[in-house]
């Protein structure tokens, strides 16, 4: 089973780019999230979504756009990139409710110069 | 507002040595749930455990357990004779909300279990 598949793995942009992460569960699940993980800072909810066709915004969502058109993917875009959006993101899914753990992706490193 | 606390940056062990890693958290909700993760040096999250605020049981899984007080709200995690496999980072988090979209994670702990 694939569970929550991430990708690009790496990437390198230079500010002012722009590009999109791109993550894909096949579990069925409702809920999906983008998080970004900094050093000494755990993880972050940027944006998430609840259902397909809606998005909502998390804790640090400036800089970010998302987008759910299919229950299986949820895409994460940077506009213009930043040397502050430099972090490992993560994407994870979980069935609703807040007992259920959420599953994560092996997560993008992405470096903005 | 929720927030959780791992005040444990960083812990180094020798192996076979039991180690407990500590999370403080809080929040305004009645009904919570704590889960704890594992990233190993590979970077995936791993799912360990999650506890709802109504079953302050302790729990032992293998060379685990977890010890949930509400009083201090606490949810201390323990590895017993620990190994060289258990080098990662451990985030504690907090989800109060009943959709699970405002899951509050730790800074995490990063354990090193030396040979």
């Known amino acids: 089973n694939a569970g929550v598949t991430q990708t690009p793995k790496f990437r390198v942009l230079k500010t002012g780019q722009s590009m999109t992460l791109l993550c894909a569960q096949d579990?069925?699940?409702?809920?999906m999230y983008w998080y970004r993980q900094d050093p000494g800072m755990g993880l972050r909810l940027i944006h998430y979504?609840?259902?397909?066709?809606?998005?909502a915004k998390g804790e640090v969502p400036d800089g970010y756009n998302v987008s759910r058109l299919k229950k299986q993917n949820f895409l994460l875009g940077l506009e213009s990139a930043a040397p502050s959006q430099t972090s490992v993101y993560f994407c994870?899914?979980?069935?609703?409710?807040?007992?259920?753990?959420?599953?994560f992706g092996d997560g993008t490193r992405l470096s903005i110069l | 507002a929720q927030k959780v606390t791992q005040a444990q940056t960083e812990i180094s062990v020798v192996e076979k040595e039991d180690v407990t890693l500590d999370c403080v958290y809080e929040?305004?909700?009645?009904?919570?749930?704590l889960f704890w993760y594992k990233q190993p040096p590979s970077g995936e999250l791993v799912f360990l455990i999650r506890r709802n605020s109504f079953d302050e049981q302790n729990e032992i899984s293998g060379r685990y357990s977890w010890n949930f007080q509400k009083s201090t709200s606490s949810f201390n995690f323990t590895i017993t004779a620990s190994q060289v496999v258990d080098s990662a980072v451990y985030f504690c988090a907090l989800s109060g909300s009943y959709n699970n979209n405002d899951m509050r994670f730790g800074a995490g702990t990063r354990l090193t279990v030396k040979p």
């Open positions: 994870a899914s979980s069935y609703p409710g807040r007992v259920e753990p959420q599953h």
């Open positions: 979504s609840v259902g397909e066709g809606t998005t």
């Open positions: 579990m069925n699940h409702e809920y």
């Open positions: 929040t305004r909700d009645t009904t919570y749930y």
